[in-house]
C-alpha cells in the first residue's frame, strides 16, 4: 500500500480545533492564514508557559542560544545580543525591558511539542519557538514582521495593539524595526492560554501589563531573491555539462577585442543546456531547508556501537534530536541538509520520523531490523547526534 493512501489519524486533531476557537485547520487555512489577524480565547485552556523568566535568562546565557535584550531607555531603542553574563540580569531596570529567546524548541521537549499542535501548517514552514520575558510596559514597540505568527500568551497579560495600517514607514536609525506612526485599530487583552495570529505585515505593538511571557510560533517564507541565490549555488554542485566551446565557423572580425555577437549566441545555446525540473527545485528544498543554522551543533557519538544501537532501537524506538530538521519529498529523505535516496520499503518508516519527529519500537518491523542499509543509515544518523535511541530527543536539562 503506498504510503499516501493510508489515512494516518492525526493525533492533534481535536487539539488543533481547539488551539484555533472551533475553526478546523482547513478552515484556518482557508480563511485566515497568510489574510488577517485570528484572536482565539483560550487556545490552550491552563497554559502557564514552559519555563519562567529566571530558566529563561538562563537560556540566554549560554553560547549556543540566540538571544536579544530590547530596552527603551530615555526615548531610545536598545538592542543587545546574548549570550548574557548573569550579572546583566541583575542591572536591568524594574520597567520597560524585554528578553527574548530563539530556538527554545532546540532546548525543550516541551517546546518541541507544543510546536507539533502546529503541525497543520508544514514542517518546511515552520521557523522556531521564540520565548520572551518582560516587565511591566516592556516589549519590542510598534512593528511588523515579514511572517506569520502565533502569539500565546504564557505567565503574565499582554495588551496588544494590531492595526491593518497602510503606512509601514520605519524610524530611522533604530536598532530594531519600529514604525514610525501606529494607528491603533483593535486592541486585545492577552491572558494565559489566549492566542493572537498574524499574518506578515500586521502592524502590531505587545506591551507587558506586570511580568509577561509570550511564546511566537513563527513560521519561515524565503525571499525570492534568497531562494534564486541558493538554488543557482544548489546547482552549480551537481550540474555536469558536455562539450567545450566550439566555433569552426568563425568569420573574420573588425575589431579583435569585440565580443562578436555569434560568440553570444553559440555560449546562449551552451547555457540553455542548464536545466532543471520538480525533481531538482524539490531536493534543493529538502536539502536547503533542513539545513541546520550556523549556530547549531551536534553532539556526535565517536564511540558508538551498531550492535548496541540496532538493539536500543528494537526496545524503544527513535527520536529526533531537538535540533534536527528533517523533510522528505518523494522518495528522499532530507536530515539536517543530507540527502539520501529511500528504498521503497523504508519509506513509510522515514516518513512517519519525520512527520512526528519520532518513532516507536513497533514501526520498524523485522525485516527493516535485518535490513543491514537502512541500520547504518539510522546508525551514522545516530553517531552525528541527530537522532536518539528512545524518547530521550537529546535533552540536557535547563541551565540553573
Ligand atoms: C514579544 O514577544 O515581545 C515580541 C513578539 C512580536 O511582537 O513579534
Ligand atoms: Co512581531
Redesign the pocket.
Known sequence: MRYHAVMKKNPYHEQQKALLGGVSAKQFLKQYWQKKPLLIRQAIPGFKGLLDGNELAGLACEEEVQSRLVSYVRKQWQVEDGPFDESRFASLGKKHW?L?VQGVNHHLPDAAELLQRFNFVPHARLDDL?V?F?PDGG??GP?F?SYD?F?LQGQGQRLWRVSQQKDLTLIDNAPLKILQNFDTEQEYLLEPGDMLYLPPHVA?W?IAVGDCM?Y?IGFRAPSAQELATEFLGYLQERISLQGMYADASLSLQKHPAEIGEDMVTRVSAMLKKIRWNKQSVGEFLGVYLTEPKPHIVFESRSKASLAQFVKSVAASGLSLDLKTQSLFFGDRFFINGESIAMAPHWQQCLRQLADDRALPADAVNEDLMQDTGFMQCLFDWYVAGYLHAGKNHGYGGLAE
Open positions: 524585554t527574548l521564540m520572551s518582560a516589549g519590542v512593528h514582521d505568527v502569539l502590531h505587545g509570550t511566537s
